[in-house]
């Protein structure tokens, strides 16, 4: 936390005087301080902010005609059904001034140390575990299917192997299996796969995640929300894990110990998931917008080759750096 918000989001002070009256009046009282949380990837407002009456809230605001509006929305909607077991409360929302704005329940802590032996990795793994049993069947009725998220993912595979070299190191070993990769990155098998009946996070990472005085972590931001099966968190959790510092085969026993679908997970569907993510964040690294978000579709690459050389049995890549 700090006083000054991250060179890609606004602050307070940036807000229209319409929104931020907006808000005191929806709150009861003068706003007293705020903090903004480092790292995120969109443009909007985050903040945690205390007013003059005692209270405190976490902001979290866009404008309504920017781009990214749309997650700010859907998490308006999955924020009314989130039991508060594994997610903030959303107290309430409005659209005033050309902006969004929602307003969470602030809870103390932070991301959780997801790195070998670190306390945060029990509990980070709990709430893996407990999405899965509160949030099947799903909650919210209008989600969309995984499908569409699903389809984005897988394919890319096929655009690394003509869209030439990058760093020798992790696509020497991509070339090596570019004809298996390609074969297991198929989008109707992985539709297939990930069907199912329980709202998923699909963007769980420790940042994504605050570990409360209690102990216990929730899960936050909520944007990417589908209806799909019940590992496919767990199986979007993994990497984070390898990237925090865990081997893939720790880091599979780990979630088999606390979350019962991933014990249940088809073995060839979590594979094609491995593969499918992996070549995301592969093309993405190489083809989107640098900066932080690019430098972590890297790492995260790189942990997602781990994965798929574990699971397949493959000769491990050589990593870069992390």
């Not at 301080?33 to 995120?40: A, E, I, K, L």
Request: net charge negative; aromatic share 8%; charged share 20%.
């Amino acid at each position: 936390m700090g006083r000054t918000p991250p060179a890609n989001r606004p602050g307070w002070g940036d807000l229209p005087q319409a929104v931020t009256a907006a808000v005191e009046v929806r709150v009861g009282a003068p706003l007293a301080s705020v903090d903004y949380p480092s790292g995120g990837f969109t443009p909007g407002l985050a903040a945690r902010a205390a007013f003059a009456d005692g209270s405190r809230v976490f902001l979290k605001g866009i404008p309504t005609g920017d781009g990214t509006a749309g997650m700010y929305r859907a998490e308006a909607a999955v924020g009314a059904v989130l039991p508060e077991s594994v997610a903030p409360a959303l107290l309430w929302s409005v659209k005033t001034g050309g902006w969004l704005m929602l307003s969470f329940e602030d809870l103390s802590g932070g991301a959780p140390d997801l790195s070998p032996g670190a306390a945060g990795v029990g509990p980070a793994l709990d709430v893996v575990g407990e999405l899965e049993r509160t949030l099947t069947p799903c909650p919210l009725p209008d989600a969309k299917p995984f499908e569409e998220l699903a389809r984005e993912l897988a394919g890319n595979w096929t655009r690394l192997q003509g869209s030439g070299p990058a760093d020798a190191g992790s696509d020497a070993w991509a070339t090596a299996y570019a004809r298996d990769l390609v074969g297991l990155d198929d989008p109707a098998a992985l539709v297939e796969a990930t069907a199912g009946g329980t709202l998923l996070h699909c963007d769980l990472r420790a940042d994504n995640m605050l570990l409360n005085a209690d102990g216990r972590v929730k899960a936050i931001d909520w944007a990417w929300t589908a209806r799909g099966a019940a590992w496919v968190d767990a199986a979007f959790f993994l990497p984070q894990l390898v990237l925090a510092g865990h081997t893939a085969a720790v880091a599979e026993r780990l979630l088999a110990e606390r979350v019962p679908a991933w014990r249940a997970a088809p073995e060839a569907g979590v594979l094609g998931f491995a593969v499918a993510l992996t070549g995301y964040w592969s093309w993405h690294a190489r083809t989107g917008p640098g900066g932080a978000l690019g430098a972590y579709r890297g790492r995260a690459a790189e942990a997602g080759r781990e994965w798929i050389a574990h699971r397949a049995g493959w000769k491990a890549p050589i990593p870069a750096s992390r």
